[in-house]
């Protein structure tokens, strides 16, 4: 089958794509991805690991538009000629749509009716409230999450398939939609075997940690991560683990409140800020921690997702700090692959890591349990199969 899937970013840049795709292309589907270019010199056409990259151009102005999706046909409208370009060259047979804000140009643009799959990346109405673009004077006049969930409502409805990251988001949407339950299927952002068996290491990243006690953080380090409540820790926690470094792999427009923080609380020489870095960099990393940290902060989407970061923890044998959100919860009570702690609770973060520092053995059970649980129940050829049925039907 030739399966189209719309992406309304650039490409690579996001693992459960890349996750979806693979395990399609296995089964023995042709995947075609419809993907953007912010800049003007770009590759229209290649393949990446199988994947039929179809390139359009989308200008800077295009992109803040889609913000406006659902308060202006203007980005519908702009990415409707696109699609139905990208459709009819590519002979595409079904529609596989990554997330909510280009779902309305898909569905204007497939005159053809073909079959479609909305696959709903994390709840964007609930955690969109958190934008810092949102919640500008602009945005809030102009952006509302309501006419998101609004949206997101209608096209689960009229969809043929759903996907969501959790079991936990299924149960949320089914209290909003009325749809067939087995309409709706859960992949998770987990990993391929690729990502923890075939990987090159950058010894400067091991030798420039090597005395270190390494508190790891992969990822987006926006305000709702939590990354502040652990920078607030580290006064305290320099003097119980003199050697501990907070390593951050990863950015946000909040980065620069992180760094005044890190002055205000004297502790930047236990921080190293490294910025963002290509997913290849991640196993260099993943090698120097002794433990993975994800301090989510409580909300409805938190608990409702799974960060792809406790996964990449977890299949280098990282054992996990998390905080408390049911959906991190869940991973870690099942497979006992670390610690939790209550979410935004300063003194229950600290007990928590200088628990897991405490006790070596715990360390070493949550990690050989971390590895164990990707290797039989959670890497991508396993969690695949519901999807790949689903497409086999």
């Avoid at 979410?343 to 928590?352: C, D, R, T, Y």
Wanted: proline letters at 3%.
């Amino acid at each position: 089958m030739r399966i189209g899937m719309i992406l309304d970013t650039t490409f690579p840049i996001d693992p459960r794509v890349s996750n979806e795709a693979s395990a399609l292309i296995k089964k023995g589907h042709e995947v075609y991805l419809f993907c953007l270019s912010y800049k003007k010199k770009f590759i229209k056409e290649e393949e990446i690991n199988y994947i039929n990259v179809r390139r359009y151009y989308s200008s800077t102005l295009t992109h803040k538009l889609s913000a406006l999706a659902y308060s202006f046909p203007f980005y519908r409208v702009l990415m409707k000629k696109k699609i139905s370009h990208f459709l009819k060259k590519n002979r595409i047979e079904t529609i596989h749509v990554h997330d909510i804000q280009i779902a309305s140009a898909v569905f204007s643009a497939n005159k053809y009716n073909l079959p479609v799959t909305l696959d709903l990346h994390e709840n964007r109405p609930e955690i969109m409230k958190f934008y810092k673009h949102v919640n500008s004077l602009i945005g809030k006049i102009f952006i509302n999450p309501k006419k998101w969930k609004i949206a997101e409502e209608k096209y689960c409805n009229i969809s043929d398939n759903v996907v969501v990251v959790t079991k936990s988001a299924k149960k949320e949407l089914l209290k909003r939609v009325s749809v067939d339950p087995q309409k709706i299927i859960v992949f998770p952002n987990t990993v391929n075997k690729d990502f923890y068996t075939e990987y090159s290491i950058d010894k400067s990243i091991l030798n420039k940690f090597s005395d270190n006690f390494v508190l790891l953080y992969l990822g987006n380090t926006s305000e709702r991560r939590g990354l502040d409540l652990v920078m607030k820790s580290l006064p305290i926690i320099k003097d119980y683990i003199p050697n501990i470094k907070l390593v951050v792999v990863g950015s946000s427009s909040f980065d620069k409140s992180l760094l005044e923080l890190s002055r205000k609380l004297k502790v930047e020489r236990y921080i190293s800020f490294e910025g963002w870095k290509d997913e290849s960099y991640f196993p260099s990393y993943l090698s120097i921690a002794n433990i993975g940290i994800s301090p989510l902060k409580s909300n409805i989407h938190h608990d409702t997702t799974y960060a792809n970061k406790i996964f990449q923890y977890m299949s280098f044998g990282v054992p996990l700090l998390a905080s408390d959100v049911v959906s991190q919860e869940e991973i870690i009570t099942k497979f006992k692959v670390g610690e939790l702690f209550v979410s935004e609770n300063l003194e229950s973060f600290i007990n928590a890591l200088k628990n897991l520092y405490e006790n070596k053995d715990s360390l070493e059970y949550y990690s050989k349990n971390g590895r164990t649980a990707i290797e039989k129940y959670l890497n991508n050829d396993i969690v695949s199969k519901e999807l790949s049925s689903m497409y086999d039907k």
